[in-house]
């Protein structure tokens, strides 16, 4: 078993719940995954994780987005420092893009708050500024209900990403 997984189950219930609102701010989807333990081995952390955010609905997507600063910022609303730290690292490409390009970015993310009333989510890790803005523009023109759906999958891809890297801590 992995020691982080092994030392994850053994934890407190508190240690283990900020474990997993550093990879997903959605505490009912945290709790959710605090209530499975023990989880046996990283195939069931994964399966379980996907089958726990399967069953969350807007707010709890909202509630997770939240903790996501914009593309090419460095603060989110409700972000705990982990959850800040690999925000950092997945954005990282960005931090180095053209100012023109930043520009652009911080023009669209706002006509998208505007637009849909959250956070553009995107899994940024490997991203240049440049295709996190293509593709940004490319969902400016979804519905909100096909644009939530979209959010959501990256907010999965995203906790996959951070579980992995927890994982390794």
């Known amino acids: ?93 960005a931090s180095g893009a053209d100012q023109r390009i930043l520009a652009r970015l911080a023009e669209a993310n706002a006509v998208y708050e505007e637009r849909f009333g959250f956070t553009y989510i995107v899994c940024a890790t490997g991203r240049s500024a440049e295709e996190m803005l293509a593709i940004l523009e490319r969902r400016l023109k979804n519905n909100r209900e096909t644009e939530l759906r979209e959010a959501a999958g990256q907010q999965q891809r995203i906790t996959e990403i951070r579980l992995r890297k927890w994982l390794k801590e």
């Open 1 to 93: 078993m992995n020691a982080m997984l092994a030392a994850w189950n053994a934890a407190d219930e508190a240690a283990a719940l900020d474990a997993m609102i550093a990879c997903c701010g959605a505490r009912r989807w945290a709790a959710a995954m605090v209530a499975e333990r023990p989880i046996e081995n990283l195939e069931k952390l994964f399966a379980t994780a996907d089958q726990i955010w399967s069953t969350m609905e807007m707010q709890d997507w909202m509630e997770a987005f939240a903790c996501h600063p914009r593309i090419g910022e460095r603060k989110a609303a409700h972000a705990i420092a982990k959850s800040m730290e690999w925000s950092r690292q997945e954005q990282s490409t």
